[in-house]
């Protein structure tokens, strides 16, 4: 028995579409818009990520990054208060975990290094909608975890955030108490 064009041994005559028997003639048509988005790919990829880093490169945050001398907080606080390395180990590690310090050289020089290489606090001299949004944020973010426990739904709430964050928050309150705990009392004049 000869089977006619189209036709699947074992199955009778079959009723494929025209494109399916005959794959040579569609073939070309389907490939065709498939390699212009390929070809538009490529075209974008080479001429926009250069663009891309030109434009990048000329930001203001790469060029305040000048070649020369670098800012080291550490070895500026070391010359300036004179104090050798197993003194600025000491100062380190209260600035890591905010003890006080009995030496008064050391003391200041904790209040220094603090100073110096503590960044600026993220909502000081932000635009007012930024202030607003942030604090938006974290009111819902706060609110979304306070139903989620009180439901019992412990799986809504993103701990990996959490994880990642207390650290942060922690490590930012051990500053501010190695500020408090080595700076000088004030003066007091007694009569």
Do not use: Y
């Not at 064009?5 to 005959?22: A, E, F, K």
């Not at 600025?88 to 890591?96: I, N």
């Not at 001299?125 to 944020?137: C, H, K, L």
């Amino acid at each position: 028995m000869e089977l006619a064009h189209g036709d699947t041994p074992g199955l009778g005559v079959s009723r494929l579409p025209n494109c399916m028997i005959n794959r040579s003639r569609t073939a070309g048509r389907a490939i065709i818009p498939l390699m212009g988005w390929a070809i538009g790919a490529v075209v974008v990829l080479l001429l926009g990520m250069p663009l891309a880093a030109v434009w990048w490169s000329r930001r203001t945050f790469w060029s305040r990054l000048r070649p020369g001398k670098e800012r080291d907080p550490f070895g500026d606080t070391m010359r300036r208060h004179e104090l050798g390395a197993a003194a600025m180990a000491r100062v380190e590690d209260a600035v890591l975990w905010g003890r006080r310090l009995e030496d008064p050289a050391e003391r200041a020089a904790v209040v220094d290094l603090v100073q110096a290489g503590l960044p600026r606090p993220f909502l000081e001299g932000r635009s007012t909608w930024v202030v607003v949004a942030v604090v938006i944020w974290g009111t819902a973010v706060a609110a979304m975890v306070v139903f989620a426990v009180v439901d019992g739904r412990w799986g809504d709430v993103n701990w990996f955030t959490l994880v990642w964050l207390a650290p942060a928050v922690w490590m930012a309150g051990n500053t501010r108490r190695a500020i408090r705990r080595n700076s000088d009392p004030p003066a007091t004049d007694a009569p």
